[in-house]
Structure formats: C-alpha cells, structure tokens
C-alpha cells in the first residue's frame, strides 16, 4: 500500500505544495508516542495488580495458605468443643461425687470458668488478618488451659484426701457427745431459738443436751483438744477439738475437764463432764459442729452410734422451736 502523501494550497503560487515534516518534529512524534504508550502500560498494570480478577502466582500461593489456615482453626475449635465436653463431665464428678463423698466444698463455677484480668493478653494479634478468628481461638486456649490445671489441682487434693480416707472418716465428729442412756433429753436444737434470759429470738448455734452434773461427755472425733478453758464468754468451762480436715467441735458448760490443751483424743474419749457454767439455765451439753470456718447442724453427724428411730426421734426434739438453755 502506498504512502499517503499530503498537499497544502500555496496561495502566492497559486498550486498545491507536498508538505514535508520536518525530521525533529518526526521524532517530537515518535517520542511522544512512545511516552504516552508506556504511561498507558503502566496503569493498566497497575490496575490489574490490584484487581481481584487478576492474581499472581504469588497470590493464589498466599489465598492457598489462607484458607487452609481457616480450615485448621476450624478443626481446632471442633476439637476443642470435644474437650470442653469432656471436661465439663470431669468438672461435674469432682464436685458432685468425689468431693461430696470427702464431704470438701466444690469449686464454684465462677472460678473454673474465669477469665483473665489485667492487660490485653492478645494486643499483638488484633492487626492480623482473620484477627477475630485467631484471637477467639486463643482465648479458647488460654481458658481450657486454666481450667485443666484447676481440675489437675483439684485432683491432687482428691488424691490426698483419698490417701487420708482413713483419718478423714475418724475425724469426723459422729457420734453424739452424750450417750442416749446417760442424758434426759435433748432440750434444744440449732436454729433460730427463744433465748431464755432476754426471750428473744435468735440464732442457737448448736444443741442442747440435758443430764445431770457430772454425766461424761465424749470426744465425737478424733483430734487435738486446742481449748480447755473458760476463755470464750458464756459458754462457761468448755473445750474445742480441732478434728482436721476443717472439723472443729465445741463443748460448753462443763462443771470440770479430762483433757487439756495440745492433748490429742480418741473418738469415744471422756473429755469432760456435764454442768452450768457461765450463760446457763440448767446443767446441760452446748454442743457446737463447725466446718471451715461455720457453724453446721451436729445434727447431721449422729451416724456413728445411734439407730435410725432414735435418729428419728432426736431429729423431731432437735427441730421444734422452743427455747434453748444459753
């Protein structure tokens, strides 16, 4: 195909002239072309780079390594589920069959499922990408990890307990520190009680059992006898035992001791004898349960040495609200 050639009309001469470019203007062209091409080339790179419908290998490497990351922490948090699960069923036997039957406090659930306080434990994971994901599953960790070493501690102290099975059963006080045949009555049981010197109501904190002065009093566990005075006001002459694993018993009113303090005892060991000393109305046995630290109804630890129809018999005296004798 020919060269198109281009012609101007000369008005001096009155004819059509070739118009010739000059060489510097070719390359004014030429460059210009150039330039605007490669500009061109460049944004269309640049648009495409960023475009999602155009990814590198580099890209489809890392979009690889993203979802496969998901579908790891995926079948983390699934085997997870499985644990908290398992965990949950461990959790239920500690405090409702093993430490029930060791008769120790369970762990409130507040503290197996507490949280971490203080500073934020995942700062550096909230600029990552699927920082939601990584962070959720970290807590997740972080919280079975505390549980586990809760319930890991737990058992130890069920283990010992175990070990000690024996002491434990001989601590407890169970037995009633007056025997059947030696006492009148049981005057007065735990709870709310008219008090016989202001006839107000209030909190007995023990029972009442009535016997003449001198009738023995028993130790209702083995332990060590920490008082044997009349130190504590009202109760007159009376000892505490300190039975160990959180037991302790009181016994108050007494007209005189068979023991002293740092003396260890037997279950079934006289101790003491009935009387009316300090806040008394009558001879009779104050006598107190305490586990870790509160006053418990003794009348939940008479098994050891009385009959189910005297227990029977007891527990209807031991309820009515009548009025105590301190």
């Known amino acids: 195909m020919a060269k198109k050639v281009k012609y ?75 644990i908290d699960e398992v965990l949950a069923n461990i959790e239920d036997r500690d405090n409702n069959i093993y430490r029930a039957y060791f008769n120790t406090s369970p762990i409130p659930n507040e503290q197996r499922k507490a949280g971490f306080g203080g500073v934020n434990r995942y700062k550096e994971l909230a600029g990552l990408n699927n920082a939601d994901l990584v962070i959720n599953t970290s807590k997740r960790v972080d919280i079975i990890s505390k549980e586990l070493a809760i319930q890991s501690k737990s058992l130890d102290e069920i283990l010992k307990l ?86 302790l018993t009181l016994y108050g009113h007494l007209s005189k001791y068979n023991c002293r303090a740092g003396q260890r005892v037997k279950r079934g060991d006289i101790i003491g004898y009935v009387g009316s000393t300090g806040r008394s109305e009558a001879p009779h046995l104050h006598y107190e349960v305490h586990k870790d630290g509160k006053v418990v109804n003794p009348l939940n630890f008479y098994y050891g040495n009385i009959s189910a129809e005297e227990y029977t018999v007891i527990s209807k005296l031991a309820n009515q609200e009548n009025q105590s004798l301190d």
Do not use: W
């Open 162 to 247: 175990a070990k000690d099975k024996n002491k434990l059963l001989a601590a407890i006080p169970a037995i009633q520190p007056v025997k059947n045949e030696q006492m009148k009555r049981v005057a007065s049981g735990f709870g709310y009680r008219s008090d016989p010197f202001t006839k107000a109501r209030k909190m007995h904190e023990g029972m009442d059992f009535t016997a003449n002065t001198g009738t023995p009093i028993y130790a209702t566990g083995d332990g060590v006898v920490i008082n044997a005075d009349n130190s504590k006001s009202g109760y007159g002459n009376h000892i505490e035992i300190n039975h160990g694993f959180g037991y």
């Open 8 to 82: 101007y009309f000369d008005t001096e001469s009155l004819a059509y002239k070739k118009i010739k470019t000059s060489v510097k203007k070719k390359f004014a062209y030429v460059g210009g072309f150039i330039l605007s091409s490669a500009l061109f080339g460049f944004l269309c790179f640049v648009v495409l780079l960023n475009s999602t419908f155009f990814e590198t290998p580099k890209d489809r490497l890392l979009t690889r390594e993203i979802e496969t990351m998901k579908l790891k922490y995926s079948i983390l948090n699934k085997k997870m589920d499985q």
